[in-house]
């Protein structure tokens, strides 16, 4: 999150379910790997950022039609790098989110992310 309340959105590539969705950038957990390594891997395979702190934010779970999940969302404020797509998808700062679609998990967490950009900082 950029300190004017801006979230990075990305948009899903071809060859994975619901591609050309827009969603938070992140990824699986490996084995044995924590949620906060995984945090700091993603963000380095997909954009080229190391994340230098971040705060847990929430937990959802969704039900798509091919799989369960259980999302788990930080908010970090401190990184280094510029985002850039090492991996070919679209990225983009947000601040009222404008992109469409939204992946069905992220809808309902709009409304909290407002809550949080605009009301707390």
């Known amino acids: 999150m950029r300190e004017n309340g801006e979230v990075l959105l990305g948009q899903r590539p071809e060859g994975k379910p619901y591609p050309g969705y827009w969603e ?3 990824g699986k957990v490996e084995s044995g790997e ?3 390594a995984a945090l700091k891997r993603e ?3 997909e954009l080229d950022v190391t994340i230098l702190s971040q705060e847990p934010w929430c937990c959802v779970e969704h039900v ?5 999940v259980r ?3 930080f ?3 401190n990184w280094q790098g510029e985002p850039r797509s090492r991996e070919g998808q679209a990225f983009q700062w947000q601040g009222p989110i404008r992109v469409k679609p ?3 998990a992220t809808i309902p ?3 909290w992310l407002d809550a949080l950009r605009f009301n707390n900082n």
């Open 24 to 26: 938070f950038p992140g």
């Open 34 to 36: 924590s949620i906060e």
């Open 43 to 45: 963000f380095m395979e």
């Open 64 to 68: 798509y039609p091919h799989a369960h």
């Open 71 to 73: 999302l788990h969302f």
């Open 75 to 77: 908010v970090s404020k």
């Open 102 to 104: 939204l992946l069905p």
């Open 109 to 111: 967490l709009i409304i």
